[in-house]
């Protein structure tokens, strides 16, 4: 299946998911972007991401190796990655 949904949840200080995201849309693509200030509120815009029909979700590198592991197993259906800095 094409992947044609994506989303990149960046987590920092004082983002609020609400009032802090993008969106791009192409006849082809449809890309969010997402600011979250915590796990908690990531994990909630993961459920409405993946409720919408989001195939894959990139983690900025403000997000540890365990919180990534806790989304993918939360929400197995959707690719999950996590972006790493040597």
Request: proline share 2%; with cysteine; glycine share 12%.
């Given at each position: 299946m094409?992947?044609?949904?994506?989303?990149?949840?960046?987590k920092a200080?004082?983002?609020h998911r609400s009032t802090h995201k993008a969106h791009m849309v192409s006849p082809a693509?449809?890309?969010?972007?997402?600011?979250?200030?915590?796990f908690e509120e990531?994990?909630?815009?993961?459920?409405?991401?993946?409720v919408a029909?989001?195939?894959?979700?990139e983690l900025c590198?403000?997000?540890?190796?365990?919180e990534a592991s806790e989304l993918r197993s939360r929400f197995p259906d959707?690719?999950?990655g996590l972006v790493t800095y040597p």
């Open positions: 094409d992947q044609t949904q994506y989303a990149f949840i960046i200080p004082g983002y693509f449809d890309a969010k972007f997402i600011g979250v200030d915590n990531a994990l909630v815009a993961s459920e409405v991401l993946v029909g989001t195939q894959v979700i590198g403000g997000f540890s190796t365990q959707c690719d999950i």
